[in-house]
């Protein structure tokens, strides 16, 4: 189970506000019958049902917690503090789906940040002064100023950088918003279908025009270690290092590892407000967008229900989806079945064992889920004060609403965490990314106190081949909280709640296999042609009526809604031909 603390200074600081609003289900009754039938209520699934009902299917959603949301939830761990449990930051919402499913009016707010990235240092300050730290905003020329601390060389190549990783991701946007390429569709069958199934090509060649000559600099970053790419650009350490975290966010490689170069790409492909590579805080937490995104499908006339848990996808005697039964033996009948599960979850737990291939069940077997990530959420009763960039009475700083980089002062020390990790002992300096978001959005708990999330890496799924126990995660939030410590004295003082998630707890409470955040690894055998394999990177299943429509299948975790949106057209697709 998940450790969790609370102190009497918690309990205090809880009297001064109410409780949060949890998004539950409707009070309509559950169906026996629908057009469509998606399997949990995270947000690819809630986008998947909205679109589906617009589409003319009389859609369900059945999520098997008490609360929607999926990865993206909120939740009240302890009264007054309400946390982004799971995932903690937006950025990779696709505009069309913002547009078309009119969130704002749907009560989605989000308080933009600037400047986005903070590394203090660990050293002492000269003559008096504080340790020298980095921030890096939406402004250029600050940009440089603050690199010139560290290298005026570095400052100088900086534009041309992000401007370089701009044109690469731009130019694979329309990757993001269509299904890959239909193989099978092109190279067999009837020459109507063959052009019908070339139209798949259309994202890829647009891609490729519009990358032209940068196809071997595109080539490059998605193999490459990172390091191999930073190393090319810079040489201050503190920088590369920032910079390498979005090369191994949420993914079991170093900088050093091929591919790792991607994951930073990936990153970088953010859109918010209209502002590229933006990265945002939702009000009332990440469990706002899934509130927003529920709000629009019943508006449409989605059912939405929660505390219902799927036991198995129902399977007819032709081989076909036919609806799904429920643990309590409720059985719903439908067209078709969207899960937006985990392809293991899907596969191995919910589909008849007896309707899928040897074959095809050992290579579900061989998909990679191998986490990183510890989640420690964290309610204190006064912000933490950084001996790098201090700030008097408690009043926050623009660092202060920064991901806030801990333990990144080099690639050395990145490296060295994951090592730990890969030989199974949680890292002894982990990589820390700390955020603060009540510093910006004042709902999330009482008047003087703050939320505040460690996304922390590296730490394995068993310790030397044993489970987690509650002692293992509180030496290990101990750890983390001892080297936070350094950077902020006073932050161990001022706790008063935590709650400490690791890998085995993500996929208990979340259905995040293995705790990976992106439903399966972003690694280059597991991305576009080949997420979550070969043989379903188009949504559909080897059962008929049976779509993945979650982070598993393209273009994978952290883009959010464009699974659910293309699964949906594949859906609609299907059955305008049946």
Not at 350 to 362: G, N, R, Y
Not at 510 to 526: A, K
Request: hydrophobic residues 40%.
């Amino acid at each position: 189970m998940a450790a969790a603390v609370w102190t009497d200074r918690g309990r205090k600081a809880a009297n001064l506000v109410g409780t949060v609003t949890i998004i539950r289900s409707s009070h309509t009754a559950l169906k026996a019958q629908y057009d469509a039938v998606v399997i949990g209520g995270g947000h690819n699934g809630l986008v998947a049902a909205a679109y589906l009902q617009k589409g003319g299917l009389k859609t369900a959603v059945l999520e098997r917690r008490h609360v929607l949301g999926g990865a993206a939830v909120s939740e009240e761990i302890f009264p007054g503090f309400h946390f982004s449990r799971c995932s903690y930051l937006l950025s990779l919402l696709r505009p069309h789906i913002y547009a078309d499913l009119e969130l704002k009016k749907h009560g989605l707010k989000v308080y933009m940040r600037d400047p986005h990235a903070f590394t203090p240092m660990l050293e002492e300050g000269v003559g008096g002064a504080p340790p020298r730290s980095l921030t890096l905003g939406s402004d250029l020329p600050t940009n440089q100023k603050e690199i010139g601390r560290f290298s005026q060389k570095d400052a100088k190549a900086y534009p041309e950088f992000v401007a370089h990783l701009e044109k690469l991701a731009a130019a694979i946007h329309p990757l993001l918003d269509a299904p890959p390429v239909d193989i099978p569709g092109v190279t067999t069958g009837s020459l109507r279908k063959r052009l019908a199934a070339a139209k798949t090509l259309t994202p890829i060649v647009k891609c490729g025009l519009k990358l032209g000559r940068n196809i071997p600099n595109f080539y490059e970053i998605i193999t490459a270690p990172i390091m191999k790419i930073l190393t090319q650009w810079f040489d201050s350490e503190p920088l590369r290092a920032t910079l390498a975290t979005d090369g191994v966010i949420g993914a079991m490689i170093s900088p050093t590892n091929p591919g790792s170069g991607y994951v930073l790409l990936h990153h970088v492909m953010g859109e918010l407000e209209k502002e590229k590579g933006a990265w945002g805080y939702v009000e009332g937490g990440m469990g706002g967008v899934s509130k927003a995104i529920a709000s629009a499908a019943q508006s449409y006339g989605v059912d939405i229900f929660t505390e219902k848990d799927v036991g198995e996808i129902l399977v007819g005697s032709d081989g076909a989806a036919k609806g799904v039964v429920l643990k309590d033996g409720t059985e719903v009948h439908s067209q078709v079945v969207l899960s937006n599960a985990t392809p293991h979850v899907t596969f191995k737990n919910l589909t008849p064992q007896a309707a899928l291939s040897p074959e095809f069940i050992k290579a579900v077997d061989q998909i990679d889920y191998t986490s990183p990530v510890t989640k420690i959420n964290v309610a204190v009763d006064k912000l933490p004060n950084f001996l790098a960039s201090p700030t008097s009475d408690g009043k926050p700083g623009p660092h202060h609403q920064c991901s806030i980089h801990l333990n990144c002062e080099s690639v050395e020390v990145l490296e060295t965490a994951y090592k730990e990790a890969v030989n199974g002992r949680p890292s002894a300096r982990p990589m820390l990314e700390m955020t603060i978001p009540s510093v910006l959005d004042p709902t999330l708990a009482p008047p003087g106190c703050h939320v505040v999330s460690f996304f922390t890496q590296f730490t394995p799924y068993r310790i030397e081949g044993r489970e987690w126990t509650d002692q293992d995660r509180e030496a290990y939030a101990d750890t983390v909280f001892d080297w936070v410590e350094q950077y902020a004295p006073g932050f161990k003082r001022s706790v008063v709640g935590r709650d400490i998630l690791a890998p085995p707890d993500l996929q208990r409470i979340f259905g995040l296999t293995g705790g990976n955040i992106f439903h399966g690894s972003m690694s280059l055998d597991q991305l576009y042609l080949a997420r979550p394999l070969p043989s379903l990177s188009d949504y559909r299943s080897p059962i008929k009526g049976l779509y993945l429509c979650g982070s598993g299948s393209h273009p994978g975790g952290g883009v959010m809604g464009s699974p659910g949106w293309n699964a949906a057209l594949t859906v609609m697709a299907d059955l305008k031909h049946r």
